[in-house]
């Protein structure tokens, strides 16, 4: 296990949101960093997204992207307006 012994809960936590910076994503398990962690990476690992969240102190909803992604997608989903298209298709 790569988590420090005189870590408290808060601190992992701390440590977790630091990892999430604007054009990267720290893994908190082997400090590689990237765009965004993949299932794939965090399979390497033994987990899942969830587990990653929970093991590192992470909001339940806490996306594991690059805060640049992150903003970029937002501003793709409100340009499309798909609930729109929802509305009217009903």
């Not at 965090?42 to 929970?54: K, V």
């Not at 992470?58 to 798909?82: A, F, G, I």
Request: charged fraction near 40%; aromatic fraction near 4%; include cysteine.
């Amino acid at each position: 296990d790569a988590v420090p012994d005189e870590m408290d809960c808060a601190e992992m936590a701390q440590e977790a949101r630091k990892s999430i910076k604007e054009k990267s994503v720290t893994c908190l398990e082997c400090g590689k960093s990237f765009k965004i962690l993949t299932r794939r990476h965090l399979a390497s690992h033994g987990l899942d997204s969830a587990a990653y969240r929970e093991k590192w102190g992470l909001k339940k909803d806490t996306p594991l992207v690059c805060k640049s992604l992150q903003r970029e997608r937002r501003k793709k989903m409100k340009d499309m307006k798909l609930w729109e298209k929802r509305r009217k298709a009903n």
